[in-house]
């Protein structure tokens, strides 16, 4: 398995967020990169229909142009690991800005959701099942908001690559073109939001997208 593959989506608060409150959506959501291929037909329907919702998803923003605006600033740079960076971009200005999208702090928010994965313990791949303890422990989710957090995410990835992708030094660009970046997520998220509403509708109503 590719580097790439292992890092695809860091961006686990925007998962789990557009699922909505719908519990075995959220979970499907979260694992849905641990499941692959039609594997995901061995879950519960809803949960299958996070995996489904998880990956059309990930199919939209890698093909959104605002997304590939941000993507190009940081290409130069760190080439082929800008989209894995920009997604923990994204998450950090949905963590900062919490309160424009939720009623419920973000402390309490993730803190019920570790608790969601507690209680669904035994359908959680082994790999979420690996990482899990380390992610409630530092609460990484939380961690999103502050640009300290997103250092050590990064730092971690690097690491992961055997110190050559150079994520690590990657907050220089989010300081550099914070404006633009925070002004690129809003108007992307917007779309997503409304995307992601659109394909939950239709999953529900049986209108499944070809897998």
């Known amino acids: 398995m590719s580097i790439l593959c292992i890092f695809r989506n860091m961006n686990y608060l925007a998962h789990i967020y557009l699922s909505g409150d719908n519990e075995l959506l959220k979970i499907g959501n979260f694992m849905a990169d641990s499941i692959k291929g039609k594997k995901y037909l061995q879950y519960a329907e809803t949960i299958q229909n996070g995996i489904i ?4 998803i990930d199919y939209y923003t890698d093909t959104h142009p605002v997304v590939r605006q941000s993507i190009r600033k940081l ?28 009623t419920i702090p973000l402390k309490d928010y993730t ?9 669904n313990y035994e359908v959680l791949p082994k790999k ?21 957090g997103i250092k050590r995410v990064l730092g971690g990835m690097n690491r992961r690559t055997g110190n050559k992708s150079g994520m690590d030094k990657a907050t220089k660009e989010l300081d550099l073109y914070y404006s633009d970046f925070e002004d ?16 939950i509708f239709e999953l529900e109503h049986k209108k499944k997208p070809e897998m």
Do not use: C, Q
């Not at 290409?75 to 800005?97: C, E, K, M, R, V």
């Not at 303890?133 to 640009?147: C, G, H, Q, R, V």
């Open 111 to 119: 803190e019920d959701f570790f608790k969601l994965l507690e209680s």
């Open 128 to 148: 979420v099942k690996a990482f899990m303890p380390f992610m409630i422990k530092d609460n990484w989710l939380l961690s999103y908001a502050e640009i300290e």
């Open 75 to 102: 290409f130069p740079t760190y080439g082929h690991y800008s989209g894995i960076i920009i997604d923990i971009f994204y998450d950090h200005f949905l963590a900062a800005n919490w309160k424009r999208f939720s």
């Open 184 to 199: 690129e997520f809003f108007t992307f998220f917007e779309d997503l939001e409304d995307f992601s509403k659109k394909r």
């Open 53 to 56: 919702l998880h990956r059309a």
